[in-house]
């Protein structure tokens, strides 16, 4: 407000919040304008005082304040101000009788005034002078917190305070306090314990009562719990069950003997008790409009209650007097029920059966007139006469068409003003409201039978209503909210109550046509008059609710109501089938705006009352007093915005502008002469007056309505006060209201915000109209106001009535009223955000009047989107016809022509069709759009242009306009496509007829053709929001199409021809499948086509094809669509993709880029596609029907196929790992096949050729034992292999046929070798020598299995003692049969070098390479920032230092071959790299050759030969990818800095220095060793194991010797010997017995050996040793000199020997075998051959 004060803040402060006050409302009255500096924000009025609250935060008094100790008279003519609250804040005030509260800013309350009765909640003081603190404290939480208050209420001795967490707190006296006490006063403010745990939004004090306005509760999350079954208090059974000969007797007549139960307040509310208490409340109350009561003989309470006789009741109100039940005659009932104003309870006509039965302060006892009846029975229920007598009465008065069906038949009073009907803006409220419960005999019997049919009658009522298909439907998840609701409400108060009223007029009509004979065995006609929803539920909640038992016309003899054992019989039958389980039908409510989504108030609102009723201000139909909160049922559905209470009288305003009133009404305050006053009724206003807000005084009321201006006018209804009179001092009543008179000066005072009453006075805020502003403002309040009553009367007159009709559903067939039920369900969340923002805007107009709030701004984005979904909804009705096929049941239900129709739709033009006239209704709310735009528009002219607000409010106008005309469009679209399909061939229409598909051009004025298309054919092009189609026939009519394709938008691609050659106005058209040429008529044609097509694909691309693009989103037509985009499509073409889905990436037709596809046979494949073909990364899976399982493939695909490295686990249980080709295993790869515990367990690693193993590889058949490593053909072994088994046979030799035969050589475990020809496996066949171990031979011919026995025929040779081995002539050297280490894992290397760009080892180009590397390694790490779970952080840095190419220019040197070692050590780090995934691959294959039956140490030459054939085959891939790299041998460069003039010929007698020569093992032993050193050592191990065990022995022995001794036997010099050695850092002398001590530092250097890998380390570390051993020397000498062998090698043994290495043999061969040729003859060779003579020196040495 304030940005647009134009004259200064003091004039326009003046134009606001002026204050006018008066009494009655005789022409006479003129308002008295109280004169304050500041705008009054807020006024409240006690009985003769009043409180403001001004701009600033300051209050100020008025009227009688006796309780002011310095004023000269008590009397305040003029506001004073509250000096005590200036340097507070203030936001609320309050007034009550005699005193008066306010809140700050900060949450706190004061008091002041009378506190007799607490009310000021400070004790000790009778009257508080001036505003006093209040703590609000909750003691309960530990430590104590002082409760923030937002707002209180005041009434004569009590008062409320409403938290900011909305919990209610109490003080003063009186049972208005809703507290559990009877000790008054209360001094503390205390919590309301009744209401804690529910969301109270407003508060109001009466004289002694008081009102709560409370949020409906949400829907509880966890899933319902079952009923207690016990009572609560006692713990007794609430029902029990009695078997009684061929029946079953159930009874609730559970008598709790401690009263009253507190309810849990999840699941209940307000107090419950058994069925026999509080029988003043049945006998208490009954009025005219409450017919359908059971007559009952008054009953005497087992916990009877004291009760006062009645006081004098004023005469002015009769209708308070209660008369005894059964006295009201029926006729009467049956003619007030039928007014569209009688009380309602939803189901609770007589409620709180209970609450008397609290012992309650003398201060709350009943005022009732009540009189308790004489010879009372024991039973609570009516006796069998009763109930003859009363259906017999009921009966006769039936309505004629009732009887017509039944013999007799319950009428049920009409909900009053708005019924909620099956798309009420309350999500919360049941469609079918609740029915009323019942505690009597009748009523179990009535449960029980109900729930043995349930499955009948739900199928009975489908058929019967559209209601099912529109109200009901199987709760399915998110379906639970209706259904916890109801379990929420049903179980409240009431549920003993035995009113058989109102019971709504739609279930009476149903229960007419629903009577289902023969299901009791009495003959009972049972009749449901509610939803089979609470029928099946009430089976396991226990909650008896009531389903009506119609009588047939010998009602008296069947109806069984046992007035002794309040109990009901029922078959066994109908008990057994009450067990079996039931889908429940849950009720639809249309899917409120969610509350927690946005600033909106909520709509889904409950009243609870409590304190004095004796005026029936609580509204619960009686004249009791509650001492708790008890909802008022009556009020539920009703959308209450505010609680007003006056002296005896309470008010409740809906949102619909409806006033319900009730209570006190002796002087008319209640606006209506309705009886009886204890239910709510609305309050008598001509039509189109809008209540907005009210104010309640003694006895009058003030009501701020909308008229047919834009300026507020005021209503008065109550006492007049003559101005005379008064002046006397006297007060007089004199003549009343009988309905809201208009008050003839409202139009004087201004646009009026906001009134309130008190005592006899009425006070209004009012403001003049500042630029415009506050007009407009209220114009847009008014306008919303307006609209919602509007959607509310489409709803109550138009959409309730159609629903009741039978014939409905079959009219309207299934697709039509799904749709009818989507757009009702869109209507009633439209209407629900308009009721909610109405309510918003009129309380920014009560309080603030600033723009600050609204959600018209603030939530635009819901607005837009709900319009959106609704227009949609109508849209699609209409295209399908729906409004067509909506004429005939309008007919049947409004008469002919469908007047209602007609005046809802506010349709201008004359003799329109009924369908057109339901469209233009169902249309109004876009004209509503145009009305936001209009309105904010003209609120935005009252602010400066530059301002802030204006902006907002100017945008928020154009996105509401350009929304409407965007809407106005889809209607234009929808119309346009119905009036298509009322021209189209019938054939079609079916297929192509979508709710929401819409035309947007079609080609029937040939303006568009196909290319080529034959001489006799007809094609018609149509193009709709999702799809083209093409329909083709041969004759050239129209109506004879034969055929249609419809090409789905989303994947079609259209491109225009140019035009330059052809001359042809052509249009290409490209869809997955088809690819084709339209030709267009004329330029202007082509391009309207081709602008449509796009337009239309970009749409449906968007997701929008339904809708088009609205404004809201901010989002541009594109003036083309993406060549590339995401879709689905299903193909329908022969080829290897019929059928098949697929869903991703298209480009120009055809699939490109991740995407699935999914073929009715269960195929899938998930990856990425190229050209419409799978290629890249890709995973298919196959189901394999036979074994119930599926293949299963993951890998590299190229053109279509399994194309690079991929895993295939197969349904067979086998798995493939390596390389493919075409589908087919191609390369080097590995197969696994059977489980652990199968029979067939085994491993193929090697190279494939097609599908088939063939070249080197090795099987491990692990169930025999046995392992094949050598050549295989089209999947057999063929050519030289060697087998070695887990025996330790050893073969090696030729095979053929998948056999060993041709020459081979065989060697057992003990040595014995035969060497000569075999012809199968292990078979002997032919020539050959037999060698023994001792060196004995046979030569000759042989036959056999070995192991078996062998035939025999040759000779017998023993060689010579003196032979040496070599003169030996069946000498074997092993390895010569078998693979050559070279020709070994050729497919491994070829695909490296493949992967570097090469189609053989060095024929490529190494810039090639580099880029194959550079891209290998990009696509991994994208991969890895897909999936980062597959790389860890070390591995992640190694890539990033890969992705540095090593340069250099010129030979290498030292420094650059140093950086080619450190980038060969990383790249080998990651199999991402192609040289580490070949490492990785011949780590693989080595250990699976070498390890388990491969350990046999025959294998170890292999095995030493195989490593140096993997250096010199990756050596040769180094120097490729560095060409300047020197060949093995050959020596770096030298830096060209350190170039000396020394005699060149010099240099080269030198011998190479270690690491300046290029070596591969220097190179890449280190990579490659440490990951093949546990099979390799282990092969030493056993090939040394004899020659170990002989050296360990020796070492064993002499190292029992102590120092010097084994120094002494070892022979080394004395000087050698150390004095003194280090132990633990101290120096102690070397003694005879001293041990292990001596050369203990080379010792433990030595022992190193045994922990590093290659040969260079392990040499290193014999170097260390050496020189410890000449550090301690050196010190004992303490001179220079020079080693001499005979010296250093007697010390060194000694050094061998304590560093006991166990595997020294295979140490020592590990080294001999991988040494670097170029350190052979250097200083290494020579400390390696002194620790090789060690060796075989200590095995010889001989110990004496």
Known sequence: MEKHKSSGEEDSSRERGLLYKWRGYSYSTTPERVLLSRPVLQAALGARHGVLLVEGGQVYSFGELPWKQNQGSSVATEPILEAVLSEQRVIFVAAGSAHSGVVTEDGGVHMWGENIHGQCGLSGLSVIPNPTPVGVVDSETMPSQTIKIQEVACGDEHTLALSAKHEVWAWGSGCQLGLNTSTFPVWKPQKVEHLAGRHVLQVACGASHSLALVRCLPPPQEPCKPPPDKCGQCHQLLYTMTDKEDHVI?????????????????????????????????????????????????????????????????????????PVYGQEPAELALKDSNKPEDPVINGEACVEASETSIPEPDCCKTTSGSVLGTGMKSSPYPDEQAVKAYLKRLSDHSLPE????TSSTLHSAQLSGDPADAFTCNPLIPVAQSVTPMGSALNNLVVSCASAVGERVAST???????????????????????ERLRQEEPMQGKKSSSLGDIREEEAELSRRLSLPGLLSQGIHLLLLHSVYHLCKSAWRGVPYIAVAMVTDNAESQVKASSSTAATEVSPRLLRRTSRPRMRAVPIASEGVPEADTSLPSLQTEVWSWGRGQEGQLGHGDLLPRAQPICIKSLNGKEVLRVAAGAHHSLALTAQSQVFSWGCNTSGQLGHMESPTTFPHLTKLSEGIRVWDIGAGQQHTLLLADGDCIQPILYYSGQQVKEEVEQMGEEQTGEYTQQPVLLPFCMNLGYVSSVCAGGQICAALADHNVMGFIASLHELVATERKYYCKLSNIKRLLLQPLLKLDSLSSTLGQSTAGLLQNLIGRLSRLSQLTGQNSALLSSILRRSRDIRGLALLDDAHLFLDTYSEYCTAVGDLIVMGGFQTLVKPCNDVFGKGAEVVQRLSECSE????????????????????????????????????HSVDYQKL??????????????????????????????????????????SRRLICESSNKALSLQNAGRFSVNWFILFNDALVHAQGMVPYKSLFSTHHVFPLATLWVEPISEENTGLYGLKVTSPEESFTLMASSPAEKAKWLRSINQAVEQALSGLGHDGIPPSTGLTQRADPPISRTASYTFYKESRLKEATYEGRWVLGKPHGRGVVKWPDGRMYTGTFKNGLEDGIGEYVVPNKNLNSCDHYQGQWKDGKMHGFGTFKYASGEVYEGLFQDNLRHGHGMLSSGKLNSTSLSVFIGQWQYDKKSGYGIFDDITRGEKYMGMWLDD??????????????????????????????????????????????????????????????????????????LKISGSYYKPSLYDSDKDKPNAIKLGRIAVHSEEKWKAVFVECWKSLGCDSPGMGQTSIAWDNIAISLTANRRQQRDSPELLSRSHHKTLESLEFIPQHVGPVTLEVYHTIRRYLVKACDTPL???????????????????????NRRLLPQAVNEIKSYLCRIFQLVRFLFPDLPEEGCSLAEPPKEKSDSDPTGKQLESPKPGCVVSSSALLLPVLLPRLYPPLFTLYALEKEKEDDVYWDCVLRLNKQPDLALLAFLGVQQKFWPVTVTVHGEKQQVISSTKDACFASAVETLQQISTTFTPSDKLQVIQLTFEEITQVVLALLKQDFLWSMDDLFPVFLFVVLRARIRNLGSEVSLIEDLMDPCVQHGEHGIMFTTLKACYYQIQHEKVT
């Open 250 to 322: 159930i009874s609730d007549g559970h008598h709790c003997p401690q009263g009253v139960e507190l309810e849990n307040t999840e699941t209940k509310s307000g107090l419950e008790c058994s069925p026999d208490q509080g029988l003043l409340d049945k006998t208490g109350k009954n009025s005219p409009s409450e017919p359908s009561e059971i007559p009952k003989s008054p009953t005497s309470s087992t916990n009877p209650v004291s009760t006062p006789p009645s006081s004098s009741t004023p005469a002015s109100e009769p209708q308070n007097q209660a």
């Open 461 to 483: 009522y489908e058929a019967l209503s559209l209601r099912k298909v529109i109200g009901y439907w199987v709760p399915g998840e998110g379906r639970e909210r209706v259904e």
């Open 954 to 995: 100017q945008d928020a106008c154009s996105k509401y306009e350009s929304m409407a005309l965007h809407l106005k469009r889809r209607r234009k679209e929808a119309e346009y496509t119905l009036h298509f399909w009322k021209t189209f061939p019938g054939k079609m229409t079916d297929s192509l007829r979508k709710p």
């Open 1473 to 1495: 790299h192609p040289l580490g995934r070949l490492v990785e691959t011949l780590v693989s294959v080595y250990r699976m050759t070498y390890v388990g039956v491969g350990a």
């Open 402 to 405: 009732h009887t017509a069906k």
């Open 910 to 945: 004359e003799g329109l069709p009924l369908a057109d006239n339901l469209a233009h209704l169902f249309y109004l709310p876009l004209m509503h759009l145009h009305e936001y735009g209009r309105l904010l528009l003209k609120l935005a002219t009252c602010y400066e242009v």
């Open 1276 to 1349: 057999q072994r063929q050519g030289n292999g060697v087998v070695v088994t887990q025996f330790g046979l050893y073969y090696e030799g030729a095979f053929s046929n998948n056999k060993m035969m041709g020459t081979g050589v065989l060697l057992s475990e003990d040595d014995t070798t035969f060497e000569g020809e075999f012809s199968e496996d292990w078979t002997l066949s032919g020539k050959g020598v037999l060698t023994m171990p001792n060196g004995d031979y046979i030569e000759g011919s042989f036959s056999g299995v070995w192991g078996t026995g």
